[in-house]
């Protein structure tokens, strides 16, 4: 069922998709007026997560570090995977953000099986490939579509369809970019339905968005390639999105309208998503932190002024007699009676 509702899901937007854009009175409906609200969800639901974001307080020095860390001047420090500055955190960030570097670093842990079983450390750059791959040739195609919003066309963008082409096969040309974009996200989907482990944690909400992207991609090639779709329209549809000047579609083939449900939806789906991960990366503090907790004291900002500490030894001191009767461990034991007696009478 985690699977089959996402497949029905996304069957059931290519049908709506469809059936409204076979008729002249609905294509205004979702060529136009859906995409338009979708985008301003977009925006509006970025810069609602990216301001909760910068609004929370991080209470503690949490990046994630596995290098030595500063030390020792004789002792060689690992400026990447432990950064104590700012400028380590940039390069590091910017290699975990281009080059996904902490999921090339990845590893397997296997039992190799024999005489001795033994456990077996190995890469594992599967997922990092497929990964790379996904979100280039994403970046790429999105790129691609800026032909379509802008008059005249960035400059730029030629090149780029040139280089993406370059390899000249059928007619229209057959883009590279959309056939390793296909092939990594389904890569990525079979990984999750193939790997044990992978299929245990995975939720409906995983699977979702990878048939959903899928199916923008199959639709926006059987459009390039298959059915014959008018660019001019729309063409001139994108541009009265772009400048306000909304205007019926005209006489578009359906496929057209498919593809449109599906990216407004994915605009839709995607700030209350898993897919802000594109965004949160710049917030994650396991990441954005230099790990100076030992060269600079690193202030609590949830700490009230008004609230003086209060340290184990004196909350065990409050509430000794009552962690002893709920029998969890305490460091000093309570005083014996005869003790206590001796006490008051001393005290007396």
Not at 126 to 142: A, C, K, P
Not at 312 to 319: L, P, R
Request: aromatic content about 12%; some cysteine.
């Amino acid at each position: 069922m985690k699977v089959l509702r996402p497949i029905i899901a996304v069957i059931a937007l290519i049908v709506a998709g469809g059936v409204l854009g076979m008729s002249q009175g609905t294509q205004m409906l979702v060529g136009v007026i859906l995409p338009s609200i979708a985008f301003l969800v977009l925006i509006v639901g970025i810069i609602r997560k990216v301001i909760d974001w910068s609004k929370s307080p991080v209470p503690f020095k949490i990046p994630t570090t596995c290098g030595q860390a500063k030390s020792l001047s004789f002792i060689k420090e690992d400026r990447f995977d432990c950064p104590t500055s700012k400028s380590d955190v940039i390069v590091r960030m910017f290699l975990e953000i281009f080059l996904f570097r902490s999921l090339f670093r990845n590893t397997s842990a296997d039992v190799k099986s024999g005489d001795l079983p033994k456990l077996h450390y190995g890469p594992s750059l599967w997922l990092w490939l497929f990964g790379i791959l996904f979100h280039y040739t994403f970046l790429t195609i999105v790129f691609r579509h800026l032909r379509l919003f802008t008059e005249p066309v960035l400059p730029g963008l030629a090149l780029l369809e040139y280089l993406d082409g370059f390899v000249q096969i059928g007619a229209p040309v057959l883009y590279q970019s959309d056939l390793i974009f296909m092939g990594a996200i389904t890569a990525l989907f079979i990984r999750r339905l193939i790997m044990p482990q992978v299929r245990y944690i995975s939720l409906g909400t995983d699977y979702f968005p990878l048939l959903l992207i899928f199916a923008i991609g199959a639709t926006g090639m059987l459009m390039r390639h298959y059915f014959r779709v008018d660019i001019t329209a729309i063409k001139q549809l994108t541009m009265g999105l772009v400048t306000l000047n909304w205007a019926n579609p005209g006489n578009i083939h359906p496929v057209f309208f498919m593809h449109v449900t599906l990216v407004s939806t994915l605009m839709i789906y995607f700030p209350f998503s898993k897919l802000m991960h594109a965004v949160g990366i710049f917030f994650s503090p396991t990441r954005n932190m230099a790990n100076d907790s030992r060269a600079k004291r690193h202030i609590n900002p949830w700490n009230d002024p008004n609230i003086k500490p209060h340290s184990y030894a004196a909350y065990e001191d409050e509430f000794r007699q009552f962690m002893v009767d709920a029998e969890i461990p305490v460091d000093k034991e309570l005083p014996s009676a005869s003790a206590a007696e001796t006490t008051e009478e001393v005290t007396a």
